[in-house]
T-cell receptor, first 114, second 114 residues
Framework: AQSVTQPDIHITVSEGASLELRCNYSYGATPYLFWYVQSPGQGLQLLLKYFSGDTLVQGIKGFEAEFKRSQSSFNLRKPSVHWSDAAEYFCAVVLSSNTGKLIFGQGTTLQVKP | DGGITQSPKYLFRKEGQNVTLSCEQNLNHDAMYWYRQDPGQGLRLIYYSQIVNDFQKGDIAEGYSVSREKKESFPLTVTSAQKNPTAFYLC?????????????FGPGTRLTVT
């Protein structure tokens, strides 16, 4: 069955440090992949998406992600974290191309130290 | 401005009462989704609808009901049969199932049942 795993439940980084959030998926075909961000008590906002083509995708707020088929991974990165990046991050994959259903990872909470 | 609205933001009910959560979108999207979010569990799909007057059960539909009488609206009723209804509920929409797959989220409703 398709699944999405975010191995890190909680990550703490210092402001200005680099960030990498891990996402691994289990999917038979070429996946459609997303990263969303959620501030406390809010809805989800799309950071970036990968459908095909260049495996390094750029998103909003200075985030990027790299699709690695050999590792079944779609890790999210940012070179320099800002305090406002503290939030919960979700990786998702399209479960069904007919219905548009997504399957989400369990999320990674990012804390930023001053 | 186009978007998804959910109301109310906070909702309190007594055990045994049915409660309806509102979700409205003015994005002209065909497909709409309801998710439940609990700490540490990511998002779980309750119901989804790809077209007016049609909807499908998601992974955790028991104790919930929906309707889709208008394209813009997809209300969710949490019935007294739902054993553990206290959670954060998110509504989402996408232009058309089988299209871009990118889901747009509302701000969420936090339901507390005591």
């Amino acid at each position: 069955a398709q699944s999405v795993t975010q191995p890190d439940i909680h990550i703490t980084v210092s402001e200005g440090a680099s960030l990498e959030l891990r996402c691994n998926y289990s999917y038979g075909a070429t996946p459609y992949l997303f990263w969303y961000v959620q501030s406390p008590g809010q809805g989800l906002q799309l950071l970036l998406k990968y459908f095909s083509g260049d495996t390094l995708v750029q998103g909003i707020k200075g985030f990027e992600a790299e699709f690695k088929r050999s590792q079944s991974s779609f890790n999210l990165r940012k070179p320099s974290v800002h305090w406002s990046d503290a939030a919960e991050y979700f990786c998702a994959v399209v479960l069904s191309s007919n219905t548009g259903k997504l399957i989400f990872g369990q999320g990674t909470t990012l804390q930023v130290k001053p | 401005d186009g978007g998804i609205t959910q109301s109310p933001k906070y909702l309190f009910r007594k055990e045994g009462q049915n409660v309806t959560l509102s979700c409205e979108q003015n994005l002209n999207h065909d497909a709409m989704y309801w998710y439940r979010q609990d700490p540490g569990q990511g998002l779980r799909l309750i119901y989804y609808s790809q077209i007016v007057n049609d909807f499908q059960k998601g992974d955790i539909a028991e104790g919930y009901s929906v309707s889709r009488e208008k394209k813009e609206s997809f209300p969710l009723t949490v019935t007294s049969a739902q054993k553990n209804p206290t959670a954060f509920y998110l509504c989402a929409s996408t232009p058309a199932a089988g299209g871009t797959y990118e889901q747009y989220f509302g701000p969420g409703t936090r339901l507390t049942v005591t």
